[in-house]
């Protein structure tokens, strides 16, 4: 059985948001078989439209957890100062990395 790629555009983008991996989701959706089997190969594949649905979920997550930690940050709050910091200097080494690497 072919999975209906239209029908799970949407959730595939909010669990990316949540970071959960390829089996997770495809145990959120109750998908078995052959279905499974295309859910997470195609997740696997840049471009895909559901890998696309998946990293801007990513990015929507990752997005609002800086906005989250601004917003702390700018009452003063040292530990969130500090995640911001963290998660700064990761993102330029990911950034970095598929630059230079494709990874």
Do not use: C, W
């Not at 109750?30 to 979920?57: F, M, Q, W």
């Not at 009452?75 to 950034?95: F, H, N, P, Q, Y």
């Amino acid at each position: 059985m072919k999975l209906d790629v239209k029908k799970y555009i949407s959730q595939v983008r909010t669990f990316g948001a949540f970071g959960y991996d390829a089996a997770r989701i495809a145990d959120l959706l109750n998908l078995h078989g052959e279905e499974r089997t295309e859910l997470v190969v195609r997740l696997s594949i840049p471009g895909d439209e559901l890998r696309v649905a998946y990293d801007n979920g990513r990015a929507i997550g990752e997005y609002n957890i800086d906005v989250e930690l601004t917003k702390q940050a700018e009452k003063g709050d040292v530990d969130s100062i500090i995640a911001l910091a963290e998660r700064s200097k990761e993102r330029k080494m990911k950034d970095m990395k598929k630059e230079l690497f494709g990874v």
